[in-house]
């Protein structure tokens, strides 16, 4: 195999990205997995404000119907808030738990509206006003700070969240089957870099995958059995679970397909069964945890919401606020937390969409603060020139 053709097929495989001292024993228990919804999801249809007439008016053929004896309609949180219907097996018990908590109104100042621009604003972590290092991630500035080598992405590319001054390893776990590089060519790979600076790491990078493939090959054998159905995030949420058990601190993930410009639904379509599969994905998280779930604490986040008003397609344009999750076994939980406002014209963020009351950064570092005991100047390295709010997660 020739050179060139070796660098490209590394490019497609599914590899851990090199890191030294992969499996060194966290300092801390505490475990942490963001999950990165992309393509701004609608907020309003999942957390659904049953307090607002308003809410019926602008969404005539998406509206989740308030809460009632029918299984499709909302289900009842508190007397403002209501859960989507699919949630009802999956995140609502977790929410009677006290496990699940909501945060309405959440999000970032960056009102560009634009999927990548927000979405990178979001993982650098640092303020729009100021001159922005896209190498420098939050997460792995978090990583820095607590001095953790417990990091993992869970996905294609390693994402900029993670990028920054200490090397973080990424691999895909929703298709993991056969690796695509045999013995024999990673050996040829690794015979051209022999002798090289390079060396070290791409024998450490195929050590990392060598290790995740055999801690899943179990589950692997079990499935060419039908003793596993699961499909979608639901598997994957599993087997992130099952690695961050056994190696990971601090772990992050992204699922896709939220951008729901035609044809949304209500509480059946479109929505309904993304959610429906995030929600299940969540609870097999938690219940593959076991009992590390109560020093687990699991975020989910999009870069925006969608407009409040359904648009002319029956779905929902860009928008400003969201709603984000947060689901742990040692969270206070079973509550609406954060700045909240009732849900009308006057309160929608140029008349179109739910306002930012809780901002991310703000949000973050005070959970950050709580989880892991950091200091004002900790906090800043990680959020620079951002506030602490502490809105009582934990």
Sequence with gaps: MKRRALLQSLGTVPLLSMAGNLWATPASKTRLLLVFLRGGYDAANLLIPTSSTFYGEARPNIAVPRPSADVNSAIALNGDWGLHPVLRESIYPLFVQGQVAFIPFAGTQDTSRSHFETQDSIELGQALEHSRNYRSGFLNRLAVTLNSTGAMSFTDQLPLIFQGDITVPNTALRGIAKPSLDIRQSKIIASMYQGTALAPQVKEGFMAQDDVMRELASEMDGASRNAISAKGFELEARRIARLMKEKYTLGFVDVGGWDTHVGEGGATGYLAGRLDELGRGLAAFAQEMGGEWRDTVTVVISEFGRTFRENGN????????????????????????????????????????????NEYRAVFAGLFARLYGLNAGQLNRIFPGASSSDIGLV
């Design 314 to 357: 029956r779905g929902t344009d860009h928008g400003h606020g969201t709603v984000y999750w947060v689901l742990g076994g040692g969270i206070h939980g079973g509550k609406i937390l954060g700045e909240q406002a009732r849900v009308e014209p006057a309160a929608l963020f140029q008349n179109r969409d739910f306002p930012v009351l």
